[in-house]
């Protein structure tokens, strides 16, 4: 099995919910062609850098997954079907990036941790 991540966006006239859903369906496309899913973020609503169909921004998010190549088709003929997805790329990661998104995520799940612990105490000289 291989390493893969994908970044889509979505259309921006979506609720929370709708963009929730999507996310979910195109997981879900994976695990049930045989992949697993590794790390999923919602980067949320982003300006885009160049209008796509009259847009200018759209809902941004990020599965990491591994799978077989045949999963990966399976999730690319899922994005092309669904009018919701404005842009899809979807890559295999060599050692050095899956090292890299490694990295991140422990980084990402730590620094929750250490905002909550390091809490300075107010100063109330006035």
């Not at 300006?47 to 796509?52: F, G, Q």
Request: proline letters at 4%; zero cysteines.
């Amino acid at each position: 099995m291989n390493k893969y991540e994908t970044v889509f966006i979505l259309t921006p006239v979506l609720s929370d919910a709708q963009m929730k859903e999507a996310v979910e369906k195109f997981t879900k496309v994976l695990t049930e062609s045989g992949a697993s899913i590794v790390n999923e973020e919602l980067w949320g609503l982003r300006k885009l850098a160049y209008p796509i169909e009259k847009k200018s921004t759209g809902f941004y998010a990020l599965v990491e997954f591994d799978a077989d190549p045949k999963s990966v088709k399976a999730l690319e003929t899922a994005f092309r079907r669904d009018e919701r997805v404005l842009r899809f790329l979807t890559f295999r990661l060599d050692k050095y990036a899956a090292e890299y998104a490694a990295k991140r995520r422990s980084l990402k799940a730590s620094k929750p941790a250490a905002e909550t612990t390091n809490v300075e105490p107010e100063n109330k000289e006035a």
